[in-house]
């Protein structure tokens, strides 16, 4: 079998579970739904109840699901490009602390400039490019992985410390907004608001469809991608750009999600088995869909038992599975 | 053409100069010098990836830094000793990378690309390899792909840095007459540093020399091995 059909095949499976996961996510909750009400509510939304509870509460969260997984996903996939380095993802590079920091300045301490959703989406891209640029910084200086993974957990934990001191003298409303927001919390974000998510991540996707060359290129090391016409100070700002984007704006309105970006980009190249964006950057949209829309069904199950923030979960499923990446890779990194 | 005139290298100062160096078309030249002495230095220099320091290259007449990364990508092929192969990329695909500075901006592969990817591939010999990952191939079988690589991206001057480092002896010269042969037929100018004192001599390679004192300077093929290590001190 040729791998271009295999990919195909694989990506056709993840499209229909994907929709699998949507209809039974629409299905299931406190309230009963039966399928006819799921679909006069998707079709004809009417002044019931069963209309609210899935443009109100059901759909908003599991589309939001789809878009963290997928912007996560393909931010980490340009992460570990850029890097050239398995181990990396805008979580461990510090990228999504850098979002947290403005999110939390902004949450707690009430400064507004444009309105609070232009506010929040212009925040979190902000800080997430901005510690992206940082990182990079140090990537330049340090060409062992292991160095770069503790700078990047050192300086979350750096900005963890200004989050805890904004924290402590902030008013006990707004503290406890931003520790839901810190859960990682998909049930926040409001049918109106998914539009606007969509657009930046598509915007996101697009430009890393332009990036399909040189991304495979600089698989071969900046070296060689250089020797190839690529210029490298153009991929580290495009790459750091849309993944500040992407990060930034799933950040801003769902929290930092953990392991995500890390996690799927791997798992997908190992799946498809080639280095070829293209492919990679669909695989890694639908993948990460799928595992975080999978993740939040999990959680929404398992809702009536014991409650599960989001981070908690990807947290679980994630430290397994780095500590087994670290442990395959430790003779090639480090 | 390619030629470099009155030429100071090195990252901050000058390491080594040359007063006139050229490459045409069909040479196939060794750059023979001691650990250190700025053989690499002068590749990255003349590739455009480190900026000269005074004096001047051209490459058919047009001053190097006047090429863009992309135009100059058309222009030459670079091969390092060091890959060691991509987890999940296969030959093929590796072989396919060399087309992208002539691949549209959603860089996409067209049936010619592939077409010249398949043709590089059979032309070093290694077609059996297409399908296989690069990160599962010998040493030999990887410079190779690697001088496929390079013949894909179709660029009149290829070099390369010592490729035999890591080869045994039956493929340094398997790999040194398929030099020697894509520089006659298929009109390369082939510039490749190499510590293969006794290969440079038995394929009577023409020398670019970098002694210790650091004057580089063009000579004809040597006969004997104790005369060019003698040059080199």
């Known amino acids: 079998m040729s791998q271009t059909k295999s990919h195909l095949i694989l990506l056709f499976s993840a499209g229909v579970l994907l929709l699998v996961v949507l209809l039974l996510y629409l299905k299931t909750g406190y309230f009963n739904t039966t399928w006819e009400q799921i679909f006069q509510a998707l079709t004809n939304p009417r002044d019931e109840v069963s209309s609210t509870v899935v ?34 993802g805008p979580d461990v590079l510090g990228i999504t602390s850098g979002s947290s920091l403005l999110v939390a300045l902004w949450m707690m301490t009430g400064i507004t400039a444009l309105g609070s959703i232009t506010d929040l989406i212009f925040l979190g891209i902000l800080g997430a490019m901005g510690m992206g640029a940082i990182m990079l910084l140090f990537a330049l200086k340090l060409r062992s992985a292991v160095h770069l993974l503790l700078i990047g957990l050192m300086l979350s934990s750096f900005i963890g410390a200004i989050i ?7 008013a006990t409303q707004d503290l406890q907004q931003y520790v839901f927001w810190n859960f990682g919390s998909l049930q926040r974000v409001t049918i109106q608001q998914i539009p606007w998510i969509a657009v930046i991540t598509s915007l996101g996707v697009i430009l890393s469809l332009f990036q399909v060359r040189v991304l495979n290129a600089m698989v071969l090391g900046e070296d060689i991608a250089k020797s190839l016409g ?30 995500v970006g890390l996690a799927i980009p791997n798992v997908t190249k190992l799946l498809m088995k080639t280095q070829n964006h293209r492919v990679l950057l669909f695989s890694n949209i639908l993948f990460g869909a799928l595992f975080l829309g999978v993740c939040d069904f999990a959680i929404k199950l398992l809702e009536s038992y014991v409650a599960i923030p989001l981070n908690a979960l990807t947290a679980l499923l994630g430290v397994p599975f780095v500590s087994w990446m670290i442990l395959k890779n430790r003779h090639v990194t480090g | 053409m390619l030629q470099a005139r009155q030429l100071h290298i090195g990252y901050t100062e000058s390491i080594a100069s040359a007063e006139s160096l050229t490459l045409n078309q069909g040479d196939l030249v060794a750059l ?10 002068l590749l990255q220099t003349l590739r455009g990836s480190l900026p000269i320091l005074s004096g001047s290259v051209r490459i058919d007449g047009k001053e190097l830094s006047h090429w863009s990364p ?54 070093v010999g290694a077609e059996h390899l297409s399908q296989k ?42 790999l040194f007459t398929l030099l020697k042969e894509l520089a006659t037929s298929e009109q390369k100018g082939i510039l490749l540093s190499t510590h293969d004192l006794d290969l440079v001599i038995a394929f ?3 020398l670019w020399l970098v002694p210790q004192n650091g004057i580089i300077r063009a000579h004809e093929p040597m006969q004997s091995r104790e005369a060019l290590e003698a040059l080199l001190i």
């Open chain 1, 55 to 88: 443009w109100s509460f059901r759909l908003p969260r599991i589309l939001m699901a789809f878009l963290a997984g997928a912007a996560l996903s393909v931010a980490g996939m340009l992460m570990q490009n850029l890097f050239q380095n398995t181990l990396a």
């Open chain 2, 32 to 41: 023979v010098g001691r650990n250190g002495s700025g053989k690499s230095t």
């Open chain 2, 70 to 123: 992309q135009s100059l990508a058309t222009k030459i092929a670079w091969l390092n000793a060091h890959f060691v192969g991509v987890a999940q990329l296969q030959v093929l695909d590796y072989v396919l990378l060399g087309r992208t500075p002539y691949l549209g901006i959603l860089g996409s592969a067209r049936q010619a690309d592939i077409q010249v990817a398949k043709q590089a591939l059979k032309r």
């Open chain 1, 230 to 259: 690529v210029s490298i100070r153009k991929v580290r700002i495009m790459s750091i750009l849309i993944a500040g984007i992407l990060t930034g704006v799933i950040t801003a309105f769902a929290g930092p999600i953990a392991f």
């Open chain 1, 164 to 170: 805890a001191i904004i924290q402590a003298s902030s």
């Open chain 2, 204 to 206: 009577e390679l023409p």
């Open chain 2, 133 to 174: 990952f690069t990160s599962s191939l010998s040493d030999g079988e990887r410079q190779l792909v690697g001088l496929a690589r390079a013949l894909a991206q179709d660029t009149p001057y290829i070099f390369l840095d010592e490729p035999t480092a890591f080869l045994d002896f039956y493929h340094r010269k398997q």
